[in-house]
């Protein structure tokens, strides 16, 4: 199994519309989750962090499971601009704060 | 908030040359900065950790021999691609933490 795992997509998803995207880890003893966006030959630029209670920003949620190792991002009411790759990322809080990154899923907002 | 530099932002060179990559943090300082390389529909993948004072620490399968990492004082570190060839070739990224990336550079060998 990969460390962390993401359906590459692409979404094509209807402005407007609410889209949801999940990202499985397999490392059980993960502290740190992030969700990040990055634009075509962009770096990738932090989303947001996940919190365990789950933790709204605007128009994006995120949550985890720890009991499944997961976590997802759902966006409400898109917009053409969050057309982007978002890369899910855990931090294994290893002695050397290595962070994996997901593949990523690529997400395509429709007028 | 922080920010990260790197320069140059891209590159083209010939097969055989080598290419050095800066990375700065701008206002405040990194012990360690991390070193990522991303091709093309792929994940960013670790290179390797980058230590101010000390040697950095590289990922499985990178030769630390091809990819020189100085980390010289606490607000820059470099990435050298000696001997680059056409399959160096990537976007290269540098971090100081998990939130703090610098813009990349893209490396092309002809």
């Known amino acids: 199994r990969k460390e962390v795992e993401q359906d590459p997509g692409p979404f094509n998803v209807p402005e407007g519309a609410t889209v949801a995207f999940n990202c499985t880890y397999s490392n059980s003893a993960s502290q740190s989750f992030f969700w990040y966006r990055q634009d075509c030959r962009k770096e990738p630029k932090l989303l947001m962090s996940v919190y365990s209670s789950g933790n709204e920003d605007g128009r994006f949620t995120a949550q985890l499971n720890r009991a499944s190792q997961y976590i997802s991002l759902l966006i409400r009411d898109s917009k053409l601009s969050d057309s982007a790759t978002y890369l899910c990322?855990?931090?294994?809080?290893?002695?050397?704060?290595?962070?994996?990154f997901g593949k990523g899923t690529r997400l395509h907002i429709l007028p | 908030g922080a920010v990260v530099s790197q320069h140059p932002s891209w590159v083209i060179c010939k097969s055989g040359t080598s290419v050095k990559i800066e990375c700065r943090s701008l206002?405040?300082?990194?012990?360690?900065m991390f070193w990522y390389r991303q091709f093309p529909k792929q994940s960013l993948m670790l290179m390797a950790t980058?230590?101010?004072?000390?040697?950095?620490?590289?990922e499985q399968g990178v030769e630390k021999d091809k990819f020189l990492i100085n980390h010289a004082s606490l607000t820059l570190s470099t990435l050298t691609v000696t001997s680059a060839h056409p399959e160096d070739s990537s976007f290269y990224i540098c971090s100081a933490s998990e939130k703090f990336f610098g813009p990349g550079t893209r490396l092309t060998v002809l």
């Open positions: 206002d405040f300082q990194a012990t360690t």
């Open positions: 990322v855990v931090n294994a809080e290893s002695r050397d704060d290595k962070i994996i």
């Open positions: 980058s230590n101010e004072g000390s040697k950095a620490t590289y």
